[in-house]
């Protein structure tokens, strides 16, 4: 009689355990679904944002993803792109800087990294120097280097038409550029969706993704005397400093493209990139991507 007692208590117990568990379970599942609807939309003072997982692309936060705007330096992004995705590339051969590069900065009193004349610079370092302090120098310089044909200006153009090719080959149908650096002639636009997805394939270049992440930077360069100096530039971009698990990417500003700001995050094994278009001000800008960085995060 006992034996059956006993037997009884612990069947009664392990259903009583298995129904908490179950509670538990159940419990857990409706506090996520209830999480999820009641996460409000953010509301954000840039003209136009998208975020998306980078791993499967789903999209995670969209306003007007797919109007097209002026880019500003965001258009750096492809420049570097493009730069990368030359076949036998050697990132350590050297780039002399013309003239030519620094008379167009001051003609269109454009962001610098102050390249000087003369000097002897690795296609590497010009990459810091476009995308950290936002050359339009090493913009030019590299579009020189990379771009086809026997004059300066065909180059640039045979450049800028590889920048638009690598848009084609990624399916955008919102985006056309017209120069290597943002300042266009009125045709150089893109989206907020189309802009996060050139920047998704560029963070799949280990040089570029390491580049972007890159706060401030020393670089030994060759003078056109045969010895060396330093270049030290700063990353415009101060969401690595502000932003947890930020890796990137790209500031971008101008009259008409406002203020912009291309960028990615990662938490855990949750990788975030995303785009805001057009914001009012800079602080605004880095507030936008704050609030839908988080809301992206939550979702």
């Known amino acids: 009689m006992k034996i059956g007692i006993k037997g009884i208590s612990r069947a009664t117990a392990t259903a009583t355990v298995a129904l908490t568990a179950g509670a538990v379970i159940a419990g857990s599942a409706f506090a996520s679904t209830a999480q999820a609807a009641t996460l409000t939309t953010p509301k954000i003072t840039a003209a136009g944002g998208f975020t998306m997982n980078n ?11 797919d109007t097209r705007r002026s880019t500003g330096s965001t258009t750096k992004i492809m420049t570097a792109k493009v730069v990368l995705a030359q076949k036998n590339l050697n990132l350590d051969s050297k780039v002399t800087i013309q003239k030519a590069y620094s008379d167009y900065i001051v003609s269109k009193g454009a962001s610098s990294a102050r390249l000087i004349v003369g000097d002897k610079v690795t296609v590497r370092q010009l990459l810091y120097g476009l ?6 120098d090493a913009a030019y310089a590299l579009a020189d280097k990379f771009g086809s044909g026997t ?8 450049f800028v038409g590889k920048m638009n090719a690598q848009a084609k080959s990624l399916g955008l149908k919102n985006t056309h550029f ?10 150089n636009y893109s989206t907020p969706r189309d ?12 040089t570029f993704r390491a580049v972007v992440k890159t706060k401030s930077t020393k670089q030994k360069v060759t003078t056109k005397s045969g010895g060396y100096r330093y270049m030290s530039w700063t990353n415009t971009n101060t969401m690595l400093s502000s932003y947890s698990g930020a890796i990137g990417i790209k500031t971008g500003s101008g ?9 990615a995050a990662t938490r855990g094994s949750k990788t975030i990139v995303g785009t ?13 991507m704050k609030k839908i960085m988080d809301y992206s995060f939550k979702k």
């Open 276 to 288: 805001v278009l057009a914001s009012t001000n800079a602080t605004n800008r880095t507030a936008d």
């Open 151 to 158: 004059t300066r200006a065909a180059r640039v153009k045979s």
């Open 255 to 263: 009259p008409t493209a406002k203020y912009c700001l291309v960028f």
């Open 178 to 187: 017209d120069s290597f650096d943002g300042i266009g002639n009125g045709s």
């Open 55 to 65: 791993g499967t692309a789903k999209a995670l936060y969209s306003k007007a993803a």
């Open 131 to 136: 995308m950290l302090p936002s050359g339009c």
């Open 195 to 206: 802009l996060t997805k050139i920047a998704s394939s560029a963070m799949k270049n280990s």
